[in-house]
Structures are given as structure tokens and as C-alpha cells.
């Protein structure tokens, strides 16, 4: 029981360059999403998704592209790199909440363990 | 939006204290509060959660309290031990575009001195 996956774990770019952050998860999740975490910042929500073929901006999508082509699958590229970008990158999964009643359990987050990126 | 705030940025205790650590949210339709622990190099994980039709909730030595009409929520941890030291995160769920979406605290350095 793989949980999330995330690779690569660390990545050094140029100004410039693009990249794809990639993200899988083996639970049959419908809520996919991508965070950055940037000291004293907390966690900053960049896109989700809530199925597949659906996608929607967080609180900072400047400079990043998703797609969710997949259930399993929801990779984040960055367009063109920029040291603003260097961070702690997470994706996270959970069942869809919905508002509606279910398990608790349901609907907590299942995390990767993060992709170290800096830009130089 | 939702906007949530946490505090304290960082605590100390020493092992066998109680630590508590507050959050307060602005978003009266959110209704699921999550905390997450993240030990150094690691993503966050899950440790306890609270659904707004419950006041307290507790496992072990953690537990979780909410008050819905002053729109904060507290994480309670006793008998602190090192391996509790992380940094925890509180989240509030609100809904948007159909879902429930959560927002993060900035978190908070939790150190357990031996």
C-alpha cells in the first residue's frame, strides 16, 4: 500500500526551465491537490483537483500548470522556473468531502513526502 | 476565503508537560478540523480530527476541542514525550465550488525537552 508517491524527492533548476513535479496515489481518491510550504508560511494551496478532468486554482497558481487526466494521477508543472518557486513542494489526496455525512476518517489528507525544489 | 490563524508559532515543554496549541477560523460554514503532525524531512500526517456536531474528541493522550460559536479549536497533548516534538498543523475545511476545501495554519514548532 504505496499512499501517495512523490518524485522526484529533490531537483535543482535554472531560471528558465520547466519541470514536471510528479504525484501518484494508489487509494482511489477523488480530491487531489498540490501545496507549497515555505518557512513561516504554512502549507499554500497551488491547485486541486476533485475528480478527474477537473482542476481548480488554489491561493497561488501563478506559474504552475496541472492536469488531471487520471484518478491516480496529478502532476504539477512549473512553466518557467523562477527562485521565487524554490520550496518544499507536498501533494495530497483524500476522499471527496462533500458536506455530506460519512466516516470521519474519509476525509483527512494523505500526504507525499515532498519534493525539495530550488531554483537558481 | 477562510482565513485561519495559530498559535503559539513555536512551543516549548518539558517531557511530561501538557502543550496546547489554538487555532481560531473566520468561516462559520466550516465544519471539519483536521490537525496534522510533520516530523522533520517528512510530510504531514494526520493525527486527529473534529467534526462541528462534536465539541471534544479525544485519543490517547491528544485530544481535540471545539467551540463553534467563538470559531476556534484547540489541540491538547499530555504527558509530552520527545518523539512528540514536530510541528503540527490545524486545518478548517470550507466549502467551495462543491467540495470542502481545507485551509492550513501557519503552524506550530512543538519542542519536548528530555
Known amino acids: 500500500n504505496a499512499g501517495v508517491t512523490q518524485t522526484p524527492k529533490f531537483q535543482v533548476l535554472k531560471t528558465g526551465q520547466s519541470m514536471t513535479l510528479q504525484c501518484a496515489q494508489d487509494?482511489?481518491?477523488?480530491?487531489m491537490s498540490w501545496y507549497r510550504q515555505d518557512p513561516g508560511m504554512g502549507l499554500r494551496l497551488i491547485h486541486y483537483s476533485v475528480g478527474a478532468g477537473i482542476t481548480d486554482q488554489g491561493e497561488v497558481p501563478n506559474g504552475y500548470n496541472v492536469s488531471r487526466s487520471t484518478t491516480e494521477d496529478f502532476p504539477l508543472r512549473l512553466l518557467s522556473a523562477a527562485p521565487s518557486q524554490t520550496s518544499v513542494y507536498f501533494c495530497?489526496?483524500?476522499?471527496?468531502?462533500?458536506?455530506?455525512?460519512?466516516?470521519?476518517?474519509?476525509?483527512?489528507?494523505?500526504f507525499g513526502s515532498g519534493t525539495r525544489l530550488t531554483v537558481v | 476565503g477562510e482565513n485561519v490563524e495559530q498559535h503559539p508559532s513555536t512551543l516549548s515543554v518539558q517531557e511530561g508537560d501538557s502543550a496546547v496549541i489554538k487555532c481560531t477560523y473566520s468561516?462559520?460554514?466550516?465544519?471539519?478540523f483536521p490537525w496534522y503532525k510533520q516530523e522533520l524531512g517528512k510530510g504531514p500526517q494526520l493525527i486527529i480530527d473534529i467534526r462541528s456536531n462534536v465539541g471534544e474528541k479525544k485519543d490517547q493522550r491528544i485530544a481535540v476541542t471545539l467551540n463553534k460559536t467563538a470559531k476556534h479549536f484547540s489541540l491538547h497533548i499530555t504527558e509530552t514525550q520527545p518523539e512528540d516534538s514536530a510541528v503540527y498543523f490545524c486545518a478548517a475545511s470550507r466549502k467551495s465550488g462543491g467540495s470542502y476545501i481545507p485551509t492550513f495554519g501557519r503552524g506550530t514548532s512543538l519542542i519536548v525537552h528530555p
Open positions: 487509494m482511489n481518491h477523488e480530491y
Open positions: 495530497a489526496s483524500s476522499y471527496r468531502h462533500t458536506g455530506s455525512p460519512g466516516p470521519i476518517y474519509r476525509y483527512g489528507y494523505t
Open positions: 468561516d462559520s460554514a466550516s465544519n471539519y
